[in-house]
């Protein structure tokens, strides 16, 4: 059971937009940065938010983060099937002394 | 430009320690504020952390396997050592070191390696 609870699976199709949440509390994602991976099957988790809301450069401006209170949310707008892969947050928490994960979240272009 | 590699046994028997070391270019363990971290994936599962070593040696453990895990550097060969005793079935997964700013999750991620408890 993951700290930072995400949605099992999303979908959409070339073109849309999509929304991926992630919950978790005082400790963690209220008061700490919220980090966003990208992960093809075989491969390293790679960066596409950092600091709640930013985008390492070569990362396309139609990713983007936001955060509100205990919940945090990516967005991917213009849909490509590439975008197909595994989506994952992070964050460290003050409680637990360490970085916590949510369960990943695996997003179908269809 | 930051890189980090991971090394070790793809393959431990149960109760033996495995050792994993990873190698980084691009930035310095003596820099304030850096850190380099461990976090495993088991096959078809979410990202776990596992421990992380700050520039001050300041050092920190998942919880339920603080016992188990011990993490050191060497700053002179630039180098993160993570060992982890009494390895069973259930630690099987693919093991990451990563690069960290303090109190924050990883940025610059390792190609990852592939450990397998068996006997």
């Known amino acids: 059971q993951s700290v930072l609870t995400q949605p099992p699976s999303a979908s959409g199709t070339p073109g849309q937009r999509v929304t991926i949440s992630c919950s978790g509390s005082s400790s963690n994602i209220e008061s700490n940065y919220v980090y966003w991976y990208q992960q093809l099957p075989g491969t390293a988790p790679k960066v596409l938010i950092y600091?709640?809301?930013q985008r390492p450069s070569g990362v396309p401006d139609r990713f983007s983060g936001s955060k509100s209170g205990t919940s945090a949310s990516l967005a991917i707008s213009g849909l490509q099937s590439e975008d197909e892969a595994e989506y994952s947050c992070?964050?460290?928490?003050?409680?637990?002394?360490?970085?916590?994960f949510g369960g990943g979240t695996k997003l179908t272009v269809l | 430009q930051i890189t980090l590699k991971e090394s070790g046994p793809t393959l431990v028997k149960p109760t033996q320690t495995l050792t994993l070391t990873c190698t980084f270019s691009?930035?310095?363990?003596?820099?304030?504020?850096?850190?380099v971290g461990w976090i495993r994936q088991p096959p078809g599962k979410a990202l776990e952390w596992l421990t992380v070593?700050?520039?001050?040696?300041?050092?920190r453990y998942r919880q339920s396997l603080k016992s188990r895990v011990t993490i050191t550097k060497d700053t002179s060969k630039n180098q993160v050592v993570l060992t982890m005793t009494n390895m069973n079935p259930v630690d099987t997964a693919t093991y990451y070191c990563?690069?960290?700013?303090?109190?924050?999750?990883?940025?610059?991620w390792g190609q990852g390696t592939l450990v397998t408890v068996s006997s």
């Open positions: 691009g930035f310095s363990l003596t820099t304030r504020g850096v850190g």
């Open positions: 070593i700050y520039w001050n040696d300041d050092k």
């Open positions: 600091s709640n809301n």
């Open positions: 990563a690069h960290s700013h303090l109190w924050e999750p990883f940025d610059y």
């Open positions: 992070a964050a460290w928490d003050d409680s637990l002394n360490g970085v916590v």
